[in-house]
């Protein structure tokens, strides 16, 4: 018998869930349908949402010029209008839940990645995930 508590709802159900065989469960402690369909999903199969960064270039044809001796490290290149540096990563994040057994593969890829500056919160960049149906987006305009 396994136990969880069931985070859908303020109320937090402590749900007791027995294996009856590979694809049936028997749930109980719920005080609605929503304990039950998560006590099924998180374990017979699991899914998060991702929250990663990767790497930010900047557009072709821009000049890169290093920062003064007193200036911060931060970037690579001059400070912009209003004394900030251009961004060296870009949030990302899934747009829906993932399975939860290949995000260490997800990872890879979106390390892997590298998007040209400007970008837009919303903008799609990995469709599709690795098949699963479920985009990567950018989560903040840069």
Known sequence: MTEMICITCPMGCHLKIEKLSESELSVTGNRCARGENYAREELLSPKRVVT????????AGSAAVAPSAGASAVGSAAPAEGGAY?????PLRTKGAFPKERIPELLGEIYALELELPVERGQVCIADALGTGVDVIVTRTM
Not at 52 to 59: D, G, L
Not at 86 to 90: G, K, N, S
């Open 86 to 90: 251009p961004p060296r990563r870009i």
């Open 52 to 59: 990663a960064t990767c790497r930010a270039r900047r557009k």
